[in-house]
């Protein structure tokens, strides 16, 4: 069952474990949730927003255009670790067929996907190019 955040929405990265907790992490430090698709407040266990959202919808868009997620490691620890400190590789460098418009709403010009919500994309619905 996917998580939802207060506005609604619903995040990939997170499935309620039995204890019912929204958090990135459930009892006993167990994850709760899809690693590369957690936010950096989830992989911190702090509260889940549209943010979260946000930054869970850039890193769908990210794999679509790139075949990758962002942030990959070896073990739980190197994703988590990568989620909350290394800037994502621009989705350009993966393929360079990526069109330009795409580039700044995937990254958001180092936006979204990003470790802070405060600077991530307001909605979902900015992410995508005006025409």
């Known amino acids: 069952m996917g998580g939802r955040s207060p506005g609604g929405g619903i995040h990939p990265g997170v ?3 039995v204890n ?3 958090q990135g992490f459930g009892a006993g430090w167990q994850v709760v ?3 590369g698709y957690m936010s950096p ?3 911190r266990g702090d509260a889940i927003t549209v943010a979260s959202d946000v930054y869970s919808l850039g890193v769908v868009f990210y794999e679509m255009l790139t075949g990758s997620t962002p942030f990959n490691g070896d073990n739980l620890t190197a994703i988590m670790y990568k989620i909350l ?3 994502p ?6 393929n360079a067929r990526v069109p330009r418009e795409l580039r700044h709403g995937v990254t958001g010009g180092g936006r979204s996907p990003v470790q802070s919500a ?3 994309m307001p909605t979902a619905a900015s992410i995508l190019p005006r025409r």
């Open 20 to 22: 019912q907790q929204p």
């Open 33 to 35: 949730g899809t690693p």
């Open 41 to 43: 407040e989830q992989v």
């Open 118 to 120: 405060d600077m991530r």
């Open 15 to 17: 499935t309620r474990g």
């Open 85 to 87: 400190n290394d800037p």
């Open 89 to 94: 590789e621009m989705p350009s460098a993966l």
